[in-house]
């Protein structure tokens, strides 16, 4: 069975430009989650789909990312314009079962870099 | 609000035990246990439930305080292998909205050595 990938590994992008991350789920996993490690802090949630839906975007930073999950298979992450805080590494997890308790698996990741 | 983990770094010789723990202030419905070696994606190892019910790998051992809503992980007979990053993350809500949604502490930096 194919694990949790993303694209890019890697990205360096200048301040004010736009990136767009993609994470592909396990096959047949509902819930698609993201999150975002910033260097020397803890990773963060960002937000939760359920198949395509938004279940929960309380941590989205603000109106410059923008996730979408069209058909609720693969997801995508947009950052418009980027800023130099927004480096870090984003990571993707997925998970099957609609309910508390149930183990996520997590991507690479993507790396990312605003200069 | 955030876990805290402790210790922030342990450095054994193969071979050796270590107990890493994760506490929160708030009550928690679960704490998961996940390993990262760098530039890999975090690793599941186990869930705890409220309850005691728990998921994950055989060989890895973990207890969870429901009073205390502290977390251990232990780890025996350590490996090479075992090196790496212990992050947990703590669920706090039973249903609604924000199931899945997990708070993560900063992490254990574990380093096993020959």
């Known amino acids: ?115 | 609000q955030q876990p805290v983990q402790s210790p922030q770094a342990v450095i054994l010789r193969e071979g050796e035990d270590a107990v890493i723990n994760c506490s929160s202030s708030k009550a928690l419905y679960s704490v998961h246990w996940y390993r990262q070696k760098h530039g890999e994606a975090p690793v599941f190892l186990m869930i705890l439930l409220k309850g005691g019910e728990q998921k994950g790998h055989e060989k890895i051992s973990a207890s969870f305080n429901e009073k205390k809503q502290q977390s251990s992980l232990y780890l025996t007979a350590s490996q090479l292998s075992y090196s790496g990053t212990y992050f947990c993350g703590t669920e706090g809500n039973a249903g609604g909205t924000s199931y899945g949604k997990l708070t993560f502490g900063q992490g254990t930096i574990l380093t096993v050595h020959p």
């Open chain 1, 1 to 115: 069975e194919a694990g949790v990938t993303q694209f890019p590994s890697h990205s360096v992008i200048e301040k004010g430009q736009t990136v767009t991350l993609r994470c592909d789920p396990i096959s047949g996993h509902d819930n698609l989650y993201w999150y975002r490690r910033v260097m020397g802090k803890e990773i963060k949630f960002l937000l939760h789909f359920v198949k395509e839906s938004k279940q929960d975007e309380s941590g989205m930073p603000n109106n410059r990312f923008l996730a979408e999950r069209t058909g609720g298979t693969y997801s995508t992450l947009k950052v418009q314009p980027a800023e130099l805080e927004d480096s870090g590494v984003y990571f993707c997890a997925s998970s099957q079962d609609a309910t508390t308790g149930n183990e996520q698996y997590f991507g690479p990741g993507t790396r990312l870099t605003v200069t």
